[in-house]
Nanobody, 114 residues
């Protein structure tokens, strides 16, 4: 399974970005898809995830600003990020978890300037 992310970049505070991730390979039908991020000097943390047939879950820091969505037919998961803040600056990673394995993307940089 390979995950490919796109959509990172630099934006001013208050702006928006949309991240996309496509999973290729055989992953079955029961898997969670989500986004994590890691800022310099900090641990990787959950941003949002959505299970197969489940409701989206968000970290408190992004509730009301970020929206995660997935397309099971295309094996994609998107993260719409609005009202971005400088503290959202990080490398964002796509993650897919099946009952047996966890897969990570290579990461995409998001930089929010004040």
């Amino acid at each position: 399974v390979r995950l490919e992310e796109s959509g990172g970049g630099t934006v001013q505070a208050g702006g928006s970005l949309r991240l996309s991730c496509v999973a290729t390979g055989t992953i079955g039908s029961n898997y969670n898809m989500g986004w994590y991020r890691q800022a310099p000097g900090k641990q990787r943390e959950l941003v949002a995830y959505i299970a197969s047939g489940g409701s989206p879950k968000y970290a408190d820091a992004v509730k009301g600003r970020f929206t995660i969505s997935r397309d099971n037919a295309k094996n994609t998961v998107d993260l719409q990020m609005n009202n971005l803040k400088p503290e959202d600056t990080a490398v964002y990673y796509c993650r897919v978890a099946t009952p047996l394995n966890v897969y990570w993307g290579q990461g995409t940089q998001v930089t929010v300037s004040s």
